[in-house]
Nanobody, 125 residues
Framework: QVQLVESGGGLVQAGGSLRLSCAAS????????MGWFRQAPGKEREFVATITWSSGNTVYAASVKGRFTISSANAESPVYLQMNSLKPEDTAVYYC??????????????????WGQGTQVTVSS
């Protein structure tokens, strides 16, 4: 069983920073990319960022581009989400996800095969 475990969430003031981490454990699996999603109360889960192992390419949601950075050394290392200049609207549960296929939308929840349990990020104004 593949497990993704997030850490690093917490409470921060607007303008502050947090770094989330996602570690994979369990049976070996081949993922094409790892991503971060978030879900605020009463809203649908939304795409934040993804990174592909083959080329190291990254994709960001427009709402976080320039403020968030996704990174990882390689497919066996944790995936990080550095979040700077945080805003109250960034408040959400943040989920780590892995996908096996290179095909399909980067933004669709259904294209990701494995999910973590989520970590809460709260940004106060």
């Amino acid at each position: 069983q593949v497990q993704l475990v997030e850490s690093g969430g917490g409470l921060v003031q607007a303008g502050g920073s947090l770094r989330l981490s996602c570690a994979a454990s369990g049976r070996t699996f081949t993922s094409y990319a790892m991503g971060w999603f978030r879900q605020a109360p009463g809203k649908e889960r939304e795409f934040v960022a993804t990174i592909t192992w083959s080329s190291g390419n990254t994709v960001y949601a427009a709402s976080v581009k320039g403020r968030f950075t996704i990174s990882s050394a390689n497919a066996e290392s944790p995936v990080y989400l550095q979040m700077n200049s945080l805003k109250p609207e960034d408040t959400a549960v943040y989920y780590c996800a892995a996908r096996k296929s290179r095909f399909g939308s980067w933004y669709a929840v259904t294209e990701y095969d494995y999910w973590g349990q989520g970590t809460q990020v709260t940004v106060s104004s």
